[in-house]
């Protein structure tokens, strides 16, 4: 069974970084493309980033570009979130997901066709 787990969140100070990380379990990371949400409480789930497989062509929303930085280590079948320079409008429960398909229109348009969600990770921005 496909399985994703995210660990790497925590309390922050502004300007901060940290690195999430998600391991992913039941199925061959690098034949699928693989993304990042983040959602905090009253609002939707927000598409973050997205790496594709293939060619590895990355995909940022335009909140967190310069800052944020996706990668993927298929031998080890883990993907990471590099976020840097963090801001007070960061803070959210930070997810992980993949469809599944080797594109990233699951991150970039919406996320109903995901197959695998992760439990989640809570980042916390405060001095």
């Known amino acids: 069974q496909e399985q994703l787990v995210e660990s790497g969140g925590g309390l922050v100070q502004p300007g901060g970084s940290l690195r999430l990380s998600c391991a992913a379990s039941?199925?061959?990371?690098?034949?699928?493309?693989m993304g990042w949400f983040r959602q905090v409480p009253g609002k939707e789930r927000e598409g973050v980033s997205c790496?594709?497989?293939?060619?590895?062509?990355?995909y940022y929303t335009d909140a967190v570009k310069g800052r944020f930085t996706i990668s993927r280590d298929n031998d080890k079948n883990m993907l990471y979130l590099q976020m840097n320079s963090l801001k007070p409008e960061d803070p959210a429960v930070y997810y992980c997901?993949?469809?599944?398909?080797?594109?990233?229109?699951?991150?970039?348009?919406?996320?109903?066709?995901?197959?695998?969600w992760g439990q989640g990770t809570l980042v916390t921005v405060s001095s």
């Open positions: 039941g199925f061959t990371l690098d034949y699928y493309s």
């Open positions: 790496i594709s497989a293939g060619d590895e062509s990355t």
């Open positions: 997901a993949t469809d599944l398909t080797v594109g990233c229109q699951f991150v970039e348009r919406s996320s109903l066709t995901v197959e695998v």
